[in-house]
């Protein structure tokens, strides 16, 4: 078959780290290709390398024959490679047709052609049967219908090599068929797919060969009706795919959190969620589901204290919490995970130390007579994070930005339970991550549920909350909708509650 894309012999190091070491790798134009390894194996270093990202030390690269240096985006996007990324890159007050056209040609809203534009982007969306509004708003959209804007971009830029970035992450099992169906279709049109998951089930389904990276290195490639999904896991990590085992506590008759009546709208006099009222005790796992946008991020914000809210009335252990600052219920005793550790949980120039204590500054351990950081203390907590989370680092004084993406997701797990906090709320706790670190995060989470903390775990894994809940709570449209019991359902039968399917 001919080559879409040749890898030969790159290498790329950053300082103290191979990110890859002589990689090479074939993909057959027309296919789809999956490529997978644990956080860290080097697969996102050769993912920007492609496009144009990051300069290789050392290699070469051929696109349909030609050899080419991609200095940029914009030199991938000329030789007719697009990479749609994990987090969607749309402005929600835009159209989609607006979302689609932002940037070609140097167009703006003065001299663009709309009707021009619209009738080429249609001829796309028909050709690979997208069923995309070009009219409907970014915010009206659905998670999986704006990764098809997303994928959509990047074809009506002539993209003929198409990079999926952790494509399923935010998608529940009807719409991950959804893209499945698409994807054949791109296939069968032509179009070459690089697929990056962690999910070794979709892997194996969806894609024809599989490469497998470990520390920098391209360890096989192998055709996926020759390989089971025990033998692909310990081709990555050396040990089969990890799953939530099953409960065995019982939950406490403590309340750690009650919350009433909560309704909250935004700016524009938008609800956002609408008379919620639940209840999470000592030694429960409470998960919530829903499809991103359906109000659950908001709901965990007014816990916090970020988010405003008109009415109802928020309780941590039996003590109102609803005219108290964030700083002040941090205080309390509530700890948070947030669902983009990068941009929300560390600051990643910053050492691992200076991290450990974001949000703890005024805890008095943190303290000194002086009122400034008790580095020592500081320094402690980091260690003893770092070893009970086994965060590969060299000491630290690393910058946060040095760990790799597991690793980064292990320590802030990590540094939310160093404080043994009376609440944590974990929202998305293992996106992102390789099933070792997975399996430890759950782990952890167990463990801590065991011991009497109440957790409130917010995820698009269905497995993982199905695994791991005592109780499971669906949101829709901003309302509660269901209370389900792990044991009797399936990720397709709370996927069709998340979506409005069953009610």
Known sequence: MNKAISVSN???????????????LEINDGAIHAIVGENGAGKSTLMKILYGMVKPDSGEITIFDNKTILNSPKDAIDSGLGMVHQHFMLADNLTVLESVILGIDKATFRNINLKGYSSQIMEVINKYNLNIDLNKNIDELGVGEKQRVEILKVLFRGAKILILDEPTAVLVPQEVEELFNNLRDLRDNGVTIIFISHKLDEVLEIAEEI????????????????????????????????????????????????????????????????????????????????????????????????????????????????????????????????EDRQAQALIMDMSLTNNVILGRQSLEKYKTKMTT???????????????????????????????????????????????????????????????????????????????????????????????????????????????????????????????????
């Open 211 to 338: 490469s497998v990276m470990r520390g920098g290195i391209m360890v096989n490639t192998v055709s996926s009706k020759d390989i089971s999904k025990k033998e692909l896991a310990e081709m990555m990590i050396g040990k089969s795919l990890p799953r939530p085992p099953a409960r065995q506590t019982s939950v406490g008759n403590n309340e750690v959190l009650n919350i009433e009546n909560l309704s909250a709208i935004n700016e524009d006099g938008k609800q956002i969620f609408q008379n919620i009222s639940f209840n999470l005790k000592s030694s429960e796992i409470l998960g919530i589901a829903g499809v991103e946008g359906n109000g659950q991020r908001e709901i965990v914000e007014a816990i916090i204290g970020i988010q405003d809210y008109e009415s109802g009335s928020i309780k941590l252990e039996n003590t109102a919490i609803d005219d108290l600052s964030i700083r002040e219920r941090l205080n309390l005793g509530i700890s948070f995970i947030p």
């Open 10 to 24: 790159i290498s790329k190091s950053f300082p103290g780290v191979l990110a890859n070491s002589d990689v090479n």
């Open 373 to 503: 950081v008790n580095l020592s203390n500081a320094t402690k907590a980091s260690e003893s994070v770092i070893e009970n989370f086994d965060v590969k680092t060299p000491n630290t004084g690393t910058i946060a930005t040095a760990l790799s993406g597991g690793n980064q997701q292990k320590y802030v797990v990590g540094r939310e339970l160093e404080d043994n906090p009376t609440l944590l709320i974990a929202s998305q706790p293992t996106r992102g991550i390789d099933i070792g670190a997975q399996a430890l995060i759950w782990e952890k989470l167990r463990k801590t549920r065991d011991d009497g903390l109440g957790v409130l775990l917010i995820s698009a894994d269905l497995e993982e909350l199905i695994g791991l809940s005592d109780r499971i709570v669906v949101v829709y449209q901003g309302q509660f909708v269901a209370e389900l019991k792990p044991e009797e359902i399936t990720p397709e039968i709370l996927g069709s509650y998340m979506t409005g399917l069953m009610k």
